[in-house]
C-alpha cells in the first residue's frame, strides 16, 4: 500500500491550520507539522523534507509566503509548494509561481477542490484555478501566433485542450473522452509542442486568451 503523502502546513493563524489540518487528514494526506511564519516552515521543511508545502501568502511578521518559498527554493528544498490565500489577483499567481510554487488555491475553495488541487500539485502538474487563467494572458501582439498555433491541432487535440483549460487530470480526460490515459498522454504532449509552451498550464491560458478575442 502506498504511503499517503506528507504535508506541512504554514500558516499564521491557529484556527486556519487546525481547519487545514482536519481537511487534509480526512482526504487521506499526512500532516507532519504546522509553521506559524516563514522561519520556522524553513526549519521543518528542512528537517522534515515533506512531500508538498501548503502556505498561506500572508504570514504577519517576517517573510510572507512568497519570499519564504523563494527561501526555501534558494535552500534547496525540494518540495511542492501550493499557495493558499484570499487573493484573486493575477499579479500575486504570477509571483508565486516565480517564487517556485506549482499549485494556487483560494481560500473559497471547496473542500474537494483543495484536495484535488494537492493531489495535482503532488502528481507533478500545476493547480491554478480556472477563473484566474484568463488574468493570466498578457502581450496581447502574442494573439496572432496563438491563433496560428491553435491551427495546427487536429480536432482531438483541440478537445484535448479545452478539457486541460477546464483544469482537467489526464485520467479525468480519458474519462470523458472515452479514450485511455496513455491516448491522452500522447496527445497531451502533441499539443504541448504544437503550441510551443513548456506545460499544460501555459497551454490553458493560451486557450483563455483565444476565448478573450
Partial sequence: ?????????????????EGLRSILTTAGFEIVAEAHDGLQALELAKALTPDLILMDIRLGVGMDGLETASALRAQGVTAKIMMLTLHDDPEYVRAALAAGATGYVLKDAGLQELSDAVAQVLKGQVAIPVSLLSSLATRPSSQPRDMAAMERLTDREREVLDLIAEGMTNKAIARTLQISPSTVKAHVERVISKLGVADRTQAAVMVARRRDL
Fill in 1 to 17: 500500500m502506498t504511503p499517503p503523502a506528507r504535508l506541512l502546513i504554514v500558516d499564521d493563524h491557529p484556527l486556519a491550520r
